[in-house]
């Protein structure tokens, strides 16, 4: 947490906007609320099926839900239909590559194994840096 995973991705995103690639970024819990949404599932899945880098963040997060099996259904449409177009799906998450297959299914972690390629970011959480100097900020 907090070691700028979602930074990056920010980041490489803006300069592949800048280079004239479409990008878009969601966050999975996002992502999934809008495909609950009859009426916003279509502009979600014609992003899905036509941006040229999708970022999606905090996969694993949800892995609580009580909606798990749809969740599974929607990274399974999705992972699928960017693996065989071949188009890049880039993602950030707390959990261990290992955990994925735990926290989905096998079929998925297969397919997230197939067409991303794992970054490990470490570091400190600056977080912590930024609460402490609010800390002193207040004594004062």
Request: net charge positive; charged share 25%.
């Amino acid at each position: 947490n907090g070691v700028g995973k979602t930074m990056l991705m920010n980041l490489a995103f803006q300069q592949l906007f800048h280079q004239g690639y479409s990008v878009h970024i969601y966050s999975l819990s996002t992502l999934i609320n809008v495909w609950f949404d009859h009426e916003d599932r279509k502009d979600l899945i014609h992003t899905i099926k036509s941006v040229q880098f999708l970022g999606i963040e905090e996969v694993g997060k949800e892995h609580r839900a009580k909606n798990s099996e749809y969740v599974v259904s929607i990274l399974d449409y999705i992972l699928k239909y960017r693996d065989q177009l071949k188009k890049p799906l880039w993602g950030t998450s707390n959990k261990q590559p290992s955990e994925i297959s735990t926290i989905y299914t096998e079929d998925i972690a297969s397919m997230f194994r197939g067409i991303c390629v794992d970054l490990r970011v470490d570091g400190e959480d600056y977080r912590k840096q930024i609460q402490k100097e609010n800390k002193q900020l207040y004594k004062k």
